[in-house]
């Protein structure tokens, strides 16, 4: 069975760093792509960042370039995102998603962790 | 970015009453090289994480019960509950995988019992 664990999250205050991981099990990590999808509150779904199998390629929400970083482990089977600067705004549930195939582009989403909570606050 | 917009916010159908979903791109995400149209639908229950349903704009993912269709082409679409179940209570999303990055979701339609 595929699976997601996040882990990472907390109450960070504003401008503060802090590291989510997710450890995925039950398929070939280095054959799909990854993602960090977070959804507000009460709101909608935002991508945040992908990374494709080798970490050839990457990207970013315009809403946090510069300063998150996702990066991956294949050796742990591990998936990360560094949250720098931190602002109310990111305050989010955070999934991790695999995608359908190696490549970061053109990606849905399948299946999804239970995701952790990320509260940015003084 | 391809912006994704849905009707209607939200709707209530009675039991075994069919439920209408619909999703609009702010251009098209039909890829004519292979024609295909890069859209998926998530169904999202109460405290759960989103759930892939359709991928390819009508292609049901493995599990999906048949009730789910998912049809449309360029910028229109739609999802189809044909006999609405309890358990169908959730909000739904359509996101597009033609532009990427971003990939970018619409903004969830609810539905409800009526």
């Known amino acids: 069975e595929v699976q997601l664990v996040e882990s990472g999250g907390g109450l960070v205050q504003p401008g503060r760093s802090l590291r989510l991981s997710c450890a995925a099990s039950?398929?070939?990590?280095?054959?799909?792509?990854m993602h960090w999808v977070r959804q507000a509150p009460g709101k909608g779904l935002e991508w945040v960042s992908g990374i494709s199998w080798n970490s050839g390629s990457i990207g970013y929400a315009d809403s946090v370039k510069g300063r998150f970083t996702i990066s991956r482990d294949n050796a742990k089977n591990s998936l990360y995102l560094q949250m720098n600067s931190l602002r109310a705004e990111d305050t989010a549930l955070y999934y991790c998603a695999k995608g359908p195939s190696k490549l970061v582009t053109h990606n849905w989403f399948d299946p999804w962790g239970q995701g952790t909570l990320v509260t940015v606050s003084s | 970015d391809i912006v994704m917009t849905q009707s209607p916010d939200s709707l209530a159908v009675s039991l075994g009453e069919r439920a209408t979903i619909n999703c609009k791109s702010s251009q098209s995400v039909l890829y004519s090289s292979n024609n295909k149209n890069y859209l998926a639908w998530y169904q999202q229950k109460p405290g759960q994480p989103p759930k892939l349903l359709i991928y390819w704009a009508s292609t049901r993912e493995s599990g999906v019960p048949d009730r789910f269709s998912g049809s449309g082409s360029g910028t229109d679409f739609t999802l189809t509950i044909s006999s609405l179940q309890a358990e169908d209570v959730a909000v739904y999303y359509c996101?597009?995988?033609?532009?990427?990055?971003?990939?970018?979701f619409g903004p969830g339609t609810k539905v409800d019992i009526k």
């Open positions: 039950g398929f070939t990590f280095d054959d799909y792509a």
């Open positions: 996101q597009q995988y033609y532009s990427t990055p971003p990939v970018t």
